[in-house]
T-cell receptor, first 115, second 115 residues
Framework: AQSVAQPEDQVNVAEGNPLTVKCTYS??????LFWYVQYPNRGLQFLLK??????LVKGSYGFEAEFNKSQTSFHLKKPSALVSDSALYFCAVRDDGNYGQNFVFGPGTRLSVLP | ETGVTQTPRHLVMGMTNKKSLKCEQH?????MYWYKQSAKKPLELMFV???????ENNSVPSRFSPECPNSSHLFLHLHTLQPEDSALYLCASRGLAGGPTDTQYFGPGTRLTVL
């Protein structure tokens, strides 16, 4: 069965500093990995995904994530945080994407960017 | 704006009421999902429909009844709910597996309060 862990409930970072939101996963097949962001009273918005290819994936709003197969991790990063990046971030996984229908989401990490 | 709409955005109902949540996607996707998001809990998958056929019922109580009349519309019929059913109900759609839209696109959610 697939599972996703986000070890930090909350991440605080100063504006302008780099940020990292951690995610580790467990799947039986090949992982399809996703990051989503949720602003208050809104649905989840897609940021980026890893399917195959380059381990460094670039996404929306200057975010990127690095797939590390040996560590089964898919950490979200941004070189310079903005106050407007403050939100709830979810990592998700699905295995063998051509057949798997179900996404498993992590519990979420709340990012606070302090001015 | 993701192309997935949900109505109503807010709903307050008594435990004896019957109501329905509606989700509509204009993206040409073939898979649609219902999720429940409660405070301080991970996102819970409720139902999955693929090409109008239900492919997942994640042990959801029978007081929640989904309906998918076509690939663009998804309903969640509610009856005799409990206060613990109060949550944000999110709908999502997904494009063809392995294709460029192989991710989930979420609606804004319906905030449900059961009194």
């Amino acid at each position: 069965a697939q599972s996703v862990a986000q070890p930090e409930d909350q991440v605080n970072v100063a504006e302008g500093n780099p940020l990292t939101v951690k995610c580790t996963y467990s799947v039986s097949g090949n992982p399809y990995l996703f990051w989503y962001v949720q602003y208050p009273n809104r649905g989840l918005q897609f940021l980026l995904k890893y399917i195959t290819g380059d381990n460094l994936v670039k996404g929306s709003y200057g975010f990127e994530a690095e797939f590390n197969k040996s560590q089964t991790s898919f950490h979200l990063k941004k070189p310079s945080a903005l106050v407007s990046d403050s939100a709830l971030y979810f990592c998700a996984v699905r295995d063998d994407g051509n057949y798997g229908q179900n996404f498993v989401f992590g519990p979420g990490t709340r990012l606070s960017v302090l001015p | 704006e993701t192309g997935v709409t949900q109505t109503p955005r807010h709903l307050v109902m008594g435990m004896t009421n019957k109501k329905s949540l509606k989700c509509e996607q204009h993206l040409g996707h073939n898979a649609m999902y219902w999720y429940k998001q409660s405070a301080k809990k991970p996102l819970e998958l409720m139902f999955v429909y693929n090409f109008k056929e239900q492919t997942e019922n994640n042990s959801v109580p029978s007081r929640f009844s989904p309906e998918c009349p076509n690939s663009s519309h998804l309903f969640l019929h509610l009856h005799t709910l409990q206060p613990e059913d109060s949550a944000l109900y999110l709908c999502a759609s997904r494009g063809l597996a392995g294709g460029p839209t192989d991710t989930q696109y979420f609606g804004p959610g319906t905030r449900l309060t059961v009194l």
